[in-house]
């Protein structure tokens, strides 16, 4: 009886220690999410408005942003363009999304009520009720930032996770 208690008590310690760090915020490797943040971003959606005066381009309905291998699809997209000397310059600075908002890479994907992309820093910042699948595992919190030219990204804010041990 020892022995069999011995393993499991291992694993719920080690469940508890990883449980504790993971409510504290949590680092994840993302290698699906790596991506190649130079390449053209194309936008589709039902309605486009675009304000020359601030520079910016908002889609609207059944919108997806994609770039390269890379797809985000939200209700709402806003475009802000980079900004020199007071004038946009036609490069995308940011994506704004919000309603439903879901990234797709490879393998992995990422649901939150809104994302903020800033193609210029490579990094996508995922808020409210984030939930991330990567193959079977899941990991959810309140707060996701994703580095995109390293693949890593940190989960924060009351995070929870379920891991799968492939026993039965």
């Known amino acids: 009886m020892?022995?069999?208690?011995?393993?499991?008590?291992?694993?719920?310690l080690a469940i508890c220690a990883s449980s504790a760090l993971l409510a504290q915020g949590a680092t994840v490797a993302f290698g699906g999410l790596q991506h190649d943040a130079s390449l053209p971003v194309e936008i589709t959606a039902d309605?486009?408005?675009?304000?020359q005066g601030t520079g910016s381009a908002v889609f609207i309905g059944n919108v997806v942003a994609g770039?390269?291998?890379?797809?985000?699809?939200?209700?709402?997209?806003?475009?802000?363009?980079?900004?020199?000397?007071?004038?946009a310059t036609g490069d995308i600075d940011q994506l704004i999304a919000s309603g439903g908002v879901t990234l797709v890479n490879g393998a992995e994907a990422a649901e939150a009520q809104?994302?903020?992309?800033?193609?210029?820093?490579?990094?996508?910042v995922m808020t409210g009720d984030?939930?991330?699948?990567?193959?079977?595992?899941?990991?959810?919190?309140e707060k996701l930032t994703v580095d995109l030219n390293t693949g890593k990204?940190?989960?924060?804010?009351?995070v929870k996770t379920i891991f799968q041990t492939g026993g039965n």
């Not at 990204?153 to 009351?158: I, K, L, V």
């Open 67 to 87: 770039q390269g291998e890379m797809r985000l699809s939200a209700a709402r997209v806003q475009v802000q363009y980079a900004v020199v000397d007071g004038q």
């Open 130 to 141: 984030v939930i991330l699948t990567q193959g079977v595992n899941a990991l959810s919190g």
């Open 153 to 158: 990204g940190r989960m924060s804010g009351r």
């Open 2 to 12: 020892r022995h069999v208690l011995r393993p499991v008590l291992g694993l719920v």
């Open 114 to 124: 809104n994302a903020v992309y800033s193609v210029s820093g490579a990094e996508i």
């Open 47 to 51: 309605e486009l408005t675009v304000d």
